[in-house]
């Protein structure tokens, strides 16, 4: 059974830094492409930042140069290093595996990130 289980969400000050982690079992992180998306109450689920099975990494224009996505394969463990923080990013945050393009992907339960002073 395939679990993907998030942690590190919380309530931070605008400017502020929060790690996001996803822990998975099950699967073997470095064989997907992994990543984070989010959602806010209203409107569709957006992706934040992908890390493939290669290492190559991709992010949302709105994220760049603020947030760092990186995989540690021996935890099986995709992190989600977000620095300064603004109240746009509050949002449940997901992790996603997804093996190759079409396949059916494997998501986290979300954790809540609040950007509020």
């Known amino acids: 059974q395939v679990q993907l289980v998030e942690s590190g969400g919380g309530l931070v000050q605008p400017g502020g830094s929060l790690r996001l982690s996803c822990a998975a079992s099950g699967i073997i992180y470095s064989l997907y492409t992994t990543g984070w998306y989010r959602q806010v109450p209203g409107k569709q689920r957006e992706l934040v930042a992908l890390i493939t099975s290669n290492g190559n990494t991709n992010y949302a224009d709105s994220v760049k140069g603020r947030f760092t996505i990186s995989r540690d394969n021996a935890k099986n463990t995709i992190y989600l290093q977000m620095s300064s923080l603004e109240p746009e990013d509050t949002a449940v945050y997901y992790c996603?595996?997804?093996?190759?393009?079409?396949?059916?992907?494997?998501w986290g339960q979300g954790t809540q990130v609040t950007v509020s002073s």
């Open positions: 996603i595996a997804q093996r190759k393009p079409g396949e059916i992907p494997y």
